[in-house]
């Protein structure tokens, strides 16, 4: 890190630590970590569920309980079923096979090899994910009634009131453009250790995020509500492809093949309320003055067995999902993804999370609608641009109007 960032930390450390007893607050918030972790792995030891499960369905029909809101709140993540069509996603994952070969997607993969240097921190290595955005399918994903009927629900989560009026609006969302996983069987390259996406040593130099962790901070973390979004849309993260720069209420993915535990997926630390312990546990005194836990700018966000185990004992995979699941977690949750995928087929992912719509993610979707206009990488992303000659790439002309209102067109 260059002299600058490390004269940011340290200066923002000195402060953060003038403001409360960081090591009375980090105590507290460790040992409520501990009770949570207990109760996963209670869970776990008797086979029962952890991450929680609803069927679309109930969310069409608005029968989704008031337990189970409560059980998602909790856990910060959920398994939504149903939200497409079986055959459906089976004829997806064979055109978007096509679409990969037919353009020759490998070849032109070697000859643009590191330019995405996101993931090059964590010891697993990167992942083989596809740099591909404007596909016919994950286009269709995208603007498809059932993934809105989706995202509303999911941000209903959220209390959108802030002391500026409403931080963003639950009922209608942009377009962030994201790309696709397909793993094969027997891989053992692609594993992501834990980790935290949506900024990294902001969470505690950028002023925004300092007031969405304000009460932890000032020594008040009961106080601490991880789905209040005052603030959370004007936070200012690190520019670095593959830095998300919009605000997403929810990450996620929806899967195209069926995948469990075995099959190199998705691992979850299902505690909403971490970033207690995460934020306080780099203001200790076994942490350098310049240093948060190793956090680095225009990276993820490390969680490691160095400082915060007693977090990590809480990892778990996600439970067996099926085509046309769709899997989410809030942007404070820990994930991971397996090293070595054990089982017999192709796990495969679209990535679609919800980015509800506010002005700072209409900032990046106009810029957005600009690269897919023409078949560039979206701006967030290593300009690969992969797509701008593809034969087969979903066009403007297929926009529903939903889906123009989605990509700010």
Same mark, same amino acid.
């Given at each position: 890190m260059n002299k600058k960032i490390l004269k940011l930390i340290t200066e923002t450390k000195a402060q953060l630590k003038s403001?409360?007893?960081?090591?009375?607050?980090?105590?507290?918030?460790?040992?409520?970590?501990?009770?949570?972790?207990?109760?996963?792995?209670?869970?776990?030891?008797?086979?029962?569920?952890?991450?929680?499960?609803?069927?679309?369905?109930?969310?069409?029909?608005?029968?989704?309980?008031?337990?189970?809101?409560?059980?998602?709140?909790?856990?910060?993540?959920?398994i939504i079923r149903n939200v497409f069509d079986r055959g459906l996603i089976a004829e997806w994952n064979e055109e978007i096979n096509d679409y990969i070969f037919d353009n020759n997607y490998f070849d032109k993969a070697i000859e643009k090899e590191g330019m995405d240097q996101y993931f090059s921190d964590l010891k697993s290595g990167a992942p083989q994910i596809f740099g591909l955005y404007w596909s016919k399918p994950q286009m269709l994903a995208r603007q498809s009634k059932s993934m809105a009927i989706t995202k509303k629900f999911l941000n209903s989560m959220w209390d959108v009131n802030g002391p500026n009026g409403i931080e963003f609006n639950p009922s209608q969302d942009y377009v962030y453009a994201d790309r696709i996983r397909r793993r094969e069987p027997g891989d053992e390259t692609l594993g992501l250790s834990p980790h935290i996406d949506g900024g990294s040593f902001e969470r505690w130099t950028d002023p925004a995020f300092q007031k969405v962790y304000g009460t932890i901070f000032n020594g008040d973390a009961k106080s601490y509500d991880p789905w209040k979004a005052a603030f959370r849309t004007s936070t200012q993260e690190y520019k670095s492809p593959a830095v998300c720069s919009m605000f997403r209420t929810f990450q996620?993915?929806?899967?195209? !093949?069926?995948?469990?535990?075995? #099959?190199? @997926?998705? %691992?979850?630390?299902?505690?909403?309320d971490s970033m207690s312990y995460l934020l306080l546990r780099a203001l200790q005194d076994d942490i350098a003055d310049d240093n948060l836990c190793d956090a680095t700018p225009g990276r993820p966000?490390?969680?490691?067995?160095?400082?915060?185990?007693?977090?990590?004992?809480?990892?778990?995979?996600?439970?067996?999902?099926?085509?046309?699941? !769709?899997?989410?977690?809030?942007? #404070?949750? @820990?994930? %991971?993804?397996?090293?070595?995928?054990s089982g017999k087929n192709y796990s495969n992912v679209m990535f679609i999370g919800s980015s509800p719509q506010c002005p700072k993610n209409l900032r990046y979707a106009i810029k957005q609608a600009e690269h897919f206009l023409q078949g560039k990488s979206p701006p967030d992303f290593a300009p690969e641009d992969y797509e701008i000659d593809f034969k087969g790439r979903f066009n403007v002309n297929e926009l529903t109007s939903l889906g123009r209102n989605q990509m700010a067109l």
């Open positions: 403001q409360a007893n960081v090591k009375t607050s980090y105590e507290k918030a460790r040992s409520s970590i501990q009770s949570d972790v207990d109760s996963i792995l209670d869970l776990k030891l008797k086979n029962e569920p952890i991450i929680p499960e609803i069927e679309y369905q109930s969310i069409l029909n608005e029968t989704v309980s008031k337990a189970q809101i409560t059980t998602l709140k909790k856990r910060g993540c959920v996620g993915w929806t899967a195209m !093949t069926q995948q469990g535990p075995l #099959d190199g @997926t998705l %691992s979850l630390i299902p505690i909403t966000l490390l969680i490691s067995e160095k400082y915060h185990q007693e977090l990590l004992k809480g990892l778990v995979s996600i439970p067996e999902v099926y085509p046309g699941d !769709t899997v989410w977690w809030h942007p #404070d949750i @820990t994930h %991971s993804v397996a090293d070595k995928h």
